[in-house]
């Protein structure tokens, strides 16, 4: 009994930091953004999303008094806030990136508010709960949007390669420590993660970014010039 709460909190712990690595993996896509002095055809909506997903996790961490969630949270919404804010600073497209960030902040307070007027804790807990599913699913398939753009040049450059893989590892770690505690809101997303970062890892393979084409062409590379 004792060795198994001890992997437990140390899964708990692992997750928490290799999930706040996940989010700072957002600065690399950043500091590409801020050298090219562009954005690219790169979407912000990642960035705006993952602030979403933080928000709804960190009130479903405070109703299933599941305080790791909330600390890693805590710290992703601010990180995706920093993010979406260098976005806004250089993209060209201003006005549609303040429009998508208005209606993910009012979609935020709104479902937060809704959720706080439901008298049963149980009931309340399990509709954030299916929020916080559904938002999830959304930030692991929001680089998707590029997905035809990507198959129709064969270029995967507008993808976040960064932020993909340590999606990847980290609803892993996370789809265990649901199975354990026997938290289906935790290990839905995180299966569902698992399948769409691999899809988006594949495009990866079958058209890696013209940039870094050639022989001499690793993943590895990918990870830290992007």
């Not at 140390?10 to 500091?31: F, H, K, W």
């Not at 305080?67 to 806004?88: E, P, R």
Request: contains cysteine; aromatic residues 14%.
């Amino acid at each position: 009994m004792h060795n198994a709460q001890g992997f437990i909190s140390l899964l708990e712990i692992t997750a928490v930091i290799t999930t706040i690595l996940q989010y700072l993996s957002g600065a690399l896509i950043c500091l590409k953004y801020v050298k090219k002095k562009s954005t690219g055809d790169s979407s912000g909506f990642p960035f705006i999303c993952g602030f979403l997903s933080c928000g709804y996790w960190i009130h479903y961490g405070f109703l299933s008094s599941e305080h790791s969630v909330v600390l890693v949270n805590i710290v992703g919404i601010c990180l995706f806030f920093i993010y979406t804010l260098i976005y806004y600073v250089i993209t060209v497209n201003k006005k549609s990136h303040v429009k998508q960030f208005l209606f993910i902040v009012m979609a935020l307070f709104g479902i937060i508010l809704y959720d706080n007027s439901l008298m049963d804790t149980q009931q309340s807990q399990k509709f954030m709960g299916i929020v916080c599913c559904i938002v999830t699913v959304c930030f692991f398939a929001a680089p998707l949007i590029n997905l035809l753009h990507v198959i129709r040049i064969k270029n995967s450059e507008s993808l976040p390669f960064p932020m993909i893989i340590m999606s990847f590892l980290v609803s892993i770690q996370w789809l265990v420590y649901g199975i354990i505690i026997s938290d289906t809101f935790i290990q839905l997303p995180n299966f569902l993660g698992c399948i769409l970062s691999m899809l988006q890892l594949c495009l990866f393979v079958c058209y890696p970014p013209k940039s870094f084409n050639g022989q001499g062409y690793k993943l590895v590379e990918q990870s830290v010039v992007f």
